[in-house]
């Protein structure tokens, strides 16, 4: 009788640990989607950044939220992973990549100057010209809760999948129960707001170099190790083996996502109309989002609180994850108080 209640003990863990994943018909594309937890639990929808996949999460964050009694739902956006996939290499880069080193640096430095203003900001004023917005990827994360008839979602989006955040609870916020935008900006084009930093361009040239000599692990490695702050200093072996497993779900290099957020508005001036429970999250140390960006999506929101991450860069530190959650799952529990 004790060898059966320990199995039966077993299998229920299975059905309450479950993961769930497939290819999501939304908006005309495939998105790539994957589930952790018991679908009775409430949703959370996590929403990865820039050039980044769902493989980005942490699974210990996945975990420890599932831990406490949350569905959480990642998935790939568009043009990267197993989505589908827009941009494609131009031919320009593959005559570059039988050029000398040093003619690469020397034409990277130009893009980087024209991309960049005399304060240091990315100019983003590419509005209405890209093959997508972040309306789109908004809409493709709409669909995908439509897809697994889920109602509403607590969302948490970092970098540029905190700006999707915010255009997904300005333009649907039915879809929103409470709104978690972390080391994000209402728009880089936002007047009296920080660029990054000068560091960090030059760890970008240099990783842009990499990627031409086709030294692409050793790109992705670079780049992880330039967004990490001070508290928590990185490892390299844990970044590899983070980029490969990254690698393996699909990496696009040549995606229109910088495009997208460029081509899409600023959202600084209608952050007031979010009314959900917001929690805005970002680190002291952000070299390429500094952290006023933050300060300034939690001024225009007026039920929103602020946490702060000291010494830390653009990254989710393993060592803050039982913080992070901890306070995540108090935001989440707001709206039943």
Same mark, same amino acid.
């Given at each position: 009788?004790?060898?059966?209640?320990?199995?039966?003990?077993?299998?229920?863990?299975?059905?309450?640990?479950?993961?769930?994943?497939?290819?999501?018909?939304?908006?005309?594309?495939?998105?790539?989607?994957?589930?952790? #937890?018991?679908?009775?639990?409430?949703?959370?929808? @996590?929403?990865?950044? @820039?050039? =980044?996949?769902?493989?980005?999460?942490?699974?210990? +964050?996945?975990?420890? @939220?599932?831990?406490?009694? +949350?569905?959480?739902?990642?998935?790939?956006?568009?043009?990267? *992973?197993?989505?589908?996939?827009?941009?494609?290499?131009?031919?320009?880069?593959?005559?570059?990549?039988?050029?000398?080193?040093?003619?690469?640096?020397?034409?990277?430095? $130009?893009?980087?100057?024209?991309?960049?203003?005399?304060?240091?900001?990315?100019?983003?004023?590419?509005?209405?010209?890209?093959?997508?917005?972040?309306?789109?990827?908004?809409?493709?994360?709409?669909?995908?809760?439509?897809?697994?008839?889920?109602?509403?979602?607590?969302?948490?989006?970092?970098?540029?999948?905190?700006?999707?955040?915010?255009?997904?609870?300005?333009?649907?916020?039915?879809?929103?129960?409470?709104?978690?935008?972390?080391?994000? $900006?209402?728009?880089?084009?936002?007047?009296?707001?920080? *660029?990054?930093?000068?560091?960090?361009?030059?760890?970008?040239?240099?990783?842009?170099?990499?990627?031409?000599? *086709?030294?692409?692990?050793?790109?992705?490695?670079?780049?992880?190790?330039?967004?990490?702050?001070?508290? +928590?200093?990185?490892?390299?072996?844990?970044?590899?083996?983070?980029?490969?497993?990254? =690698?393996?779900? *699909?990496?696009?290099?040549?995606?229109?996502?910088? =495009?997208?957020? #460029? =081509?899409?508005?600023?959202?600084?001036?209608?952050?007031?109309?979010?009314?959900?429970?917001?929690?805005?999250?970002?680190?002291?140390?952000?070299?390429?989002?500094?952290?006023?960006?933050?300060?300034?999506?939690?001024?225009?929101?007026?039920?929103?609180?602020?946490?702060?991450?000291?010494?830390?860069?653009?990254?989710?530190?393993?060592?803050?994850?039982?913080?992070?959650?901890?306070?995540?799952?108090?935001?989440?529990?707001?709206?039943?108080?």
């Amino acid at each position: 009788m004790k060898k059966l209640l320990i199995f039966y003990l077993f299998l229920s863990s299975i059905v309450l640990w479950s993961e769930e994943q497939g290819l999501a018909q939304v908006n005309n594309i495939d998105i790539w989607w994957e589930g952790y #937890g018991d679908q009775k639990n409430p949703p959370v929808l @996590l929403i990865m950044g @820039l050039n =980044a996949n769902c493989k980005y999460w942490d699974q210990e +964050f996945i975990d420890e @939220l599932v831990t406490n009694n +949350f569905y959480v739902i990642t998935f790939d956006n568009r043009d990267v *992973g197993k989505s589908t996939w827009f941009g494609e290499e131009p031919f320009v880069m593959k005559v570059l990549g039988f050029m000398p080193s040093f003619i690469n640096e020397y034409l990277i430095d $130009t893009l980087i100057d024209l991309t960049t203003d005399e304060e240091g900001s990315f100019r983003m004023d590419a509005e209405g010209t890209a093959e997508y917005d972040l309306g789109d990827m908004a809409l493709d994360a709409a669909g995908l809760l439509d897809h697994l008839e889920i109602d509403q979602a607590h969302i948490v989006g970092v970098s540029m999948g905190g700006m999707i955040a915010q255009v997904l609870a300005l333009d649907h916020p039915n879809r929103t129960l409470t709104l978690a935008p972390i080391m994000t $900006t209402p728009g880089f084009d936002t007047k009296n707001l920080p *660029g990054p930093t000068k560091l960090f361009i030059e760890s970008m040239k240099r990783s842009f170099v990499l990627n031409l000599d *086709g030294r692409n692990e050793d790109a992705e490695v670079l780049t992880h190790m330039s967004l990490s702050g001070s508290r +928590f200093p990185p490892e390299e072996e844990m970044i590899r083996q983070k980029v490969r497993r990254i =690698a393996a779900q *699909g990496n696009n290099l040549y995606n229109l996502q910088t =495009a997208a957020v #460029g =081509a899409s508005p600023n959202r600084l001036n209608r952050l007031k109309e979010i009314k959900v429970p917001t929690l805005v999250i970002h680190g002291t140390e952000d070299p390429i989002i500094p952290l006023e960006h933050g300060l300034a999506i939690a001024e225009q929101i007026e039920n929103s609180d602020f946490m702060i991450m000291d010494r830390v860069g653009h990254e989710l530190p393993k060592e803050l994850i039982p913080d992070l959650t901890n306070r995540l799952v108090s935001h989440f529990n707001s709206i039943n108080n």
